[in-house]
C-alpha cells in the first residue's frame, strides 16, 4: 500500500486547510486511514482516523475544528482543519492500518509528510 499526501501550506491563524491523502496498491488490505502530526521537538500523535465502517476518532473532539472524511470508492481520505491555530503547525502524516488491527494499533502503513504552517 502506497499513501500520496497533499494540500498542506502556509496558512494564518484562523484560516483552514485541507489535506488529501490518496491510498495505492492493495487498497483493500486497508481498514482504518487518517493522520498523525509531529511538531519540532514534540512526540507524532494522532490527530484523525477514520474506519471503513465510517467511524471516527479524534484527538479534540470537543473542539471540531478538524473533520475527516473517506471516499471508500476512491481510497481517499481528507482532512479539513478550520480555525488553525499557531500550534497546529507540524508535520502531518498520512497513515493506514490493515484489516483485523485491534481498534488502536499503531499505523501499518505511512506516506510522505507534508508541512502545514500556521502564522500567527
Known amino acids: 500500500v502506497q499513501l500520496q499526501a497533499s494540500g498542506g501550506g502556509l496558512v494564518r491563524a484562523g484560516g483552514s486547510l485541507r489535506l488529501s491523502c490518496a491510498a495505492s496498491?492493495?487498497?483493500?488490505?486497508?481498514?482504518?486511514m487518517g493522520w498523525y502530526r509531529q511538531a519540532p521537538g514534540k512526540e507524532r500523535e494522532m490527530v484523525a482516523w477514520?474506519?471503513?465502517?465510517?467511524?471516527?476518532n479524534y484527538m479534540n473532539p470537543r473542539e471540531g475544528r478538524f473533520t475527516i472524511s473517506r471516499d471508500n470508492a476512491k481510497n481517499t481520505v481528507l482532512l479539513q482543519m478550520n480555525s488553525l491555530k499557531p500550534e497546529d503547525t507540524a508535520v502531518y502524516y498520512c497513515?493506514?492500518?490493515?484489516?483485523?488491527?485491534?481498534?488502536?494499533?499503531?499505523?501499518?502503513?505511512w506516506g510522505q509528510g507534508t508541512q502545514v504552517t500556521v502564522s500567527s
Open positions: 497513515s493506514a492500518t490493515r484489516l483485523f488491527r485491534p481498534t488502536g494499533a499503531p499505523p501499518d502503513y
Open positions: 496498491g492493495r487498497t483493500s488490505n486497508i481498514n482504518g
Open positions: 477514520i474506519y471503513r465502517s465510517g467511524g471516527t
